[in-house]
């Protein structure tokens, strides 16, 4: 059986990781251009926003995305990541309310006093023990090189027959180049020489290590209905800089560069009326929540091999 992935981010990675591992000749075509997915820090964090929303599958997901990486690692790739945890510094009472009433008692978690690298000001801290930041470019690439699939640069010129099945996982340019009008968010992230805490923080933006020192990551543009060509924020990055200072002491700190990077919004997953089937829309949860769904659509599309994907 043969199948074609368009897509090579999270969702595509992912679905083509476990399409091989079902047995599936997999193709996988991409634009090779403007991939979000290529952060070179995200948290695999299951609470989210500034009211602590865990959604059903976050715990799920946040643990197949882990036992992938160990699994990819156990076979030669190289997947810089820290399983440390991240701290969510809440600012008053009323705030941590509400995330308690979020919070599944299924979640690993406890409140710790706001101490270490958080600067002051913050009333609690929410240490969640099993998250952690991956390097998303790395994880896609071990994906793909493990799925075993053939890569073609370019656009998906539409169904030709030439495959049995087809799944579509385009991020904001792939989904503009479709056509379709969907909600695109630019978000920008500064690279810094070293990391302010070995623990992720997090709270409106974050601070988090990545494999070149640290990041501080967070600013979202307005959303608009097409792809648009990266640019620097300027009065954003203003904002990120002051959010980044009240998580932490930034004093020392050198920017030595940015990544920016379009995020689709809006979860496609499951077949349409041509038959086929889709994974893309995943936003910023693309880390937590990108395996676990591609695992599930291939167990759909390939009913049978079910049992193999596992």
Not at 4 to 31: C, E, K, N
Not at 110 to 136: F, M, R
Not at 245 to 272: E, F, H
């Amino acid at each position: 059986m043969k199948g074609l992935v368009v897509g090579a981010g999270i969702a595509g990675a992912s679905v083509a990781y476990f399409l091989g591992r079902a047995g599936v000749s997999v193709t996988v075509l991409d634009a090779a251009q403007h991939t979000a997915s290529h952060v070179p820090s995200a948290l695999v964090n299951p609470v989210r926003g500034q009211s602590g929303q865990v959604e059903e599958d976050a715990l799920e997901g946040m643990h197949l995305t882990w036992a992938l990486i160990r699994e990819l690692e156990a076979g030669g790739h190289v997947i810089p990541h820290g399983q440390t945890g991240v701290l969510r510094p809440v600012p008053d009472d009323k705030t941590r309310a509400k995330f308690e009433r979020n919070l599944p008692p299924e979640l690993r978690h406890e409140w710790v006093s706001p101490a270490g690298p958080l600067a002051p000001g913050w009333a609690h801290v929410l240490h969640l023990p099993d998250a952690g930041w991956v390097d998303g470019r790395a994880l896609c690439e071990a994906l793909l090189t493990a799925s075993g699939a053939r890569r073609v640069e370019g656009r998906w010129p539409g169904v030709d027959g030439s495959f049995d099945l087809t799944f579509l996982c385009g991020g904001s340019l792939g989904s503009t180049w479709a056509g379709e009008r969907r909600t695109h968010r630019m978000g920008t992230m500064l690279r810094l020489d070293r990391a302010v805490s070995e623990v992720p923080l997090s709270f409106g933006a974050y601070l988090s290590p990545d494999t070149g020192g640290g990041v501080l990551g967070g600013t979202f543009e307005a959303p608009t209905p097409t792809w648009e060509p990266p640019r620097l924020p300027l009065a954003s990055l203003r904002w990120l800089l002051e959010k980044g200072a009240a998580l932490s002491d930034l004093s020392g700190v050198q920017v030595t560069g940015r990544w920016t990077g379009s995020r689709l919004s809006g979860l496609r997953c499951g077949p349409d009326e041509q038959g086929l089937w889709h994974l893309s829309g995943l936003g910023s949860k693309g880390f937590l929540l990108g395996p676990l769904l591609a695992r599930r659509l291939v167990a759909r599309a390939l009913p049978a091999q079910a049992s193999h994907l596992q």
